[in-house]
């Protein structure tokens, strides 16, 4: 059984940046595709960021490319969201998720190719 638990997550105002953490346990890192989403008060759960086993292969939501960054270090099993230039429209709960086994050259956008998620993180950004 894989446990994703996500940690980083507060209130910020806009402009700023947070680094949201996922470590992974039950499974070797090594073969899992990862990704984070978000779901904001109303709103369905959206793709933000993925990472394929190959760490090159990467794709970015268009509302959050050039601002977010997200990185894995399969030695520390963890996964990791660089947010800078925080925006209000970014508050939301954020999740990390993984695709197992994951593929090496393809990141999936959507929810259903991933099989377990974390508890999820509050992220709030004020103006």
């Known amino acids: 059984q894989v446990q994703l638990v996500e940690s980083g997550g507060g209130l910020v105002q806009a402009g700023a940046s947070l680094r949201l953490s996922c470590s992974a346990s039950g499974r070797s890192f090594y073969y899992l595709g990862m990704a984070w989403f978000r779901q904001g008060l109303g709103k369905a759960r959206e793709f933000v960021a993925g990472?394929?086993?190959?760490?090159?292969?990467?794709q970015y939501s268009d509302s959050v490319k050039g601002r977010f960054t997200i990185t894995r270090d399969d030695g520390k099993n963890t996964l990791y969201l660089q947010m800078n230039s925080l925006k209000p429209a970014d508050t939301a709960v954020y999740y990390c998720?993984?695709?197992?086994?994951?593929?090496?050259?393809?990141?999936?956008?959507?929810?259903?190719?991933?099989?377990?998620w974390g508890q999820g993180n509050q992220v709030t950004v004020s103006t």
């Open positions: 998720a993984e695709d197992d086994p994951g593929n090496m050259w393809y990141v999936p956008l959507s929810a259903s190719p991933y099989d377990y």
């Open positions: 990472i394929a086993r190959r760490h090159e292969v990467i």
